[in-house]
């Protein structure tokens, strides 16, 4: 069942609240020693499906009654451990709830457990993490795409109908891509920030993942909503996402030329000649637009987001909370903490940072960017002036092997060539399984303009419709 339908039955008093947990855990139990999906399990999951049996027959409407749910370990979870993926953060457990956490629970989600990601968020394939890589349900020599391949791989393996991530430069939609799955990222501001650990605080955004068009509306909307706790949150209505194929058939769609370029294996541009000729076939109108600073879209985005990573992550000093090596003065403790806490990656990406701020050079690199930032926004809004939604590859290749890129960061960086514009530009983008490539999952991304994700989620309706979800399976783990 999907998430739809289990909260359909819960309402109806067809299906206890446990028992889709007792399945959600049970394949767990026989399945994520392969995939390790998982950090930590919800303890109290037994009790928060007790007190969703006693909402229910009190008559009290739950929209996500009964639903299993895994959360990436980057968003507070009250009493239960948030590492971040990090040994700076091994064993930390938040006294509160983030909004999206909270949301879920009002909505009578239950959180089964914390999914893995690359540390603190920063990586693209899952392997960046303490507490070791997630593999690839399609295939477990593969990578799930990062950073949230840990939520990704736990909707692919088929443990839970939904699942949270976050997603500063495509860690939602490009694991989606990896891993057959439905991805989504509000437009910056939709769905409230409080309790996610800051990676890039211009960047990040709380994101999605479902196996169905319909289940990644309903939980995206739960999440939805101003909430005074984040600055950032905008105060506008959420969208109606009630996905309808037929409105999609009225659209007009962007191909992104220079998305279709070199770089791109034969099998991503069969997915999107295939997109393209199923769609045109429902009416659906397809135009090739330009956006030509694109080409500096990555570049751009890990000067603002290395540059943030420094500012943020300077809270980890080993003083406040999370780990402490011991030391006879403060700054040897701080230099000790962080040097052993955190990971390579992190470390780069905070040099990289400190880098493009310090004197003499803010101007030259970061200065630099936020210009080339406000242009790719500006040629997004020109473009929507012409079609109501663009089209793109999620990523240029399917998913890659574990180890692959481990040695070469700027050949790992590249896997967000797509999507990191989207974040730069703060707005919304879905991605959808589209097509395989040697038995392994394609995705295509949406992106519409800001506060207009209701177009993503018409058209992927579409779709699936018309392709019957033969792309959205899960991951054919059972008998490995």
């Known amino acids: ?50 007190a969703v049996r006693r909402r229910v027959a009190t008559g009290e409407a739950l929209p996500l009654a009964g639903v299993p749910v895994a959360v990436k370990d980057n968003l507070a979870t009250r009493g239960l451990a948030t590492t971040c993926a990090s040994g700076i953060l091994e064993g930390f457990a938040p006294p509160y709830d983030a909004t999206a956490v909270r949301r879920l629970r009002a909505a009578g989600a239950i959180i089964i457990g914390k999914t893995n990601l690359d540390e603190f968020a920063m990586g693209s394939s899952t392997e960046h993490s303490a ?14 795409g990062g950073s949230s391949g840990g939520s990704a791989a736990a909707v692919a393996a088929g443990y839970v109908p939904v699942a949270l991530g976050s997603d500063t430069g495509g860690s939602v939609r490009q694991p989606a891509a990896f891993t ?11 769905i409230s920030r409080y309790g996610l650990v800051a990676f890039a605080s211009s960047l990040d955004q709380v994101g999605t993942f479902a196996r169905t068009v319909r289940d990644l509306a309903r939980v995206s909307l739960v999440l939805m909503g101003h909430d005074p706790a984040d600055a950032t949150s905008l105060k506008a209505a959420p969208p109606a996402l009630e996905p309808d194929p037929a409105r999609a058939r009225a659209l007009t769609v962007g191909l992104v030329r220079e998305t279709l370029e070199a770089g791109n294996t034969p099998g991503v541009l069969d997915a999107v000649d295939r997109f393209r000729e199923r769609l045109e076939a429902e009416g659906v109108r397809f135009v090739e637009v330009e956006l030509p600073s694109l080409r500096h879209a990555l570049a751009a985005y ?12 300077a809270r980890y000093d080993g003083v406040h909370y999370g780990r ?7 700054l ?5 903490t962080r040097e052993r806490g955190f990971g390579p990656e992190v470390k780069r990406r ?30 997004f809004a020109g473009a929507f002036r012409e079609v109501d939604l663009l089209a793109t590859p999620t990523t240029p290749t399917p998913a890659f092997p574990l180890g692959a890129k481990l040695d070469d960061p700027m050949e790992m ?24 490539e040697e038995g392994l999952p394609l995705g295509i991304q949406l992106i519409a303009p800001a506060l207009a994700e209701d177009r993503l989620f018409d058209l992927a309706a579409l779709f699936e419709q018309v392709t019957e979800g033969a792309y959205q399976q899960t991951a054919p783990l059972d008998g490995r």
């Open 302 to 313: 890990y000067l603002v987001a290395t540059a943030e990573a420094s500012s943020n992550l």
């Open 131 to 144: 507490f070791g890589p997630t593999r690839n349900p399609w295939d477990l020599k593969r990578v799930p």
């Open 413 to 436: 960086y590249l896997s967000d060539v797509d999507t990191v514009a989207v974040n730069l530009a703060g707005l919304p983008a879905l991605s959808l399984p589209a097509g395989f």
């Open 332 to 336: 040897t403790l701080m230099e000790r």
């Open 350 to 379: 905070i040099l990289m940072g400190t880098f493009a701020l310090s004197s003499g050079y803010y101007d030259a690199y970061y200065g630099r960017a936020l210009k080339v930032r406000r242009r790719i926004a500006d040629e």
């Open 180 to 190: 057959g799955t439905l991805g989504f990222k509000p437009t910056y501001g939709r």
């Open 1 to 50: 069942m999907d998430a739809v339908a289990i909260a359909q039955r819960v309402r109806a008093g067809e299906l206890d609240p446990g028992e889709p947990l007792r399945d959600a855990r049970e394949r767990v139990a026989r399945l994520d020693a392969q995939v390790r999906a998982f950090l930590t399990l919800n303890p109290e999951a037994e009790a928060e499906a007790e």
């Open 324 to 330: 402490r090596v011991a030391a006879g003065d403060v």
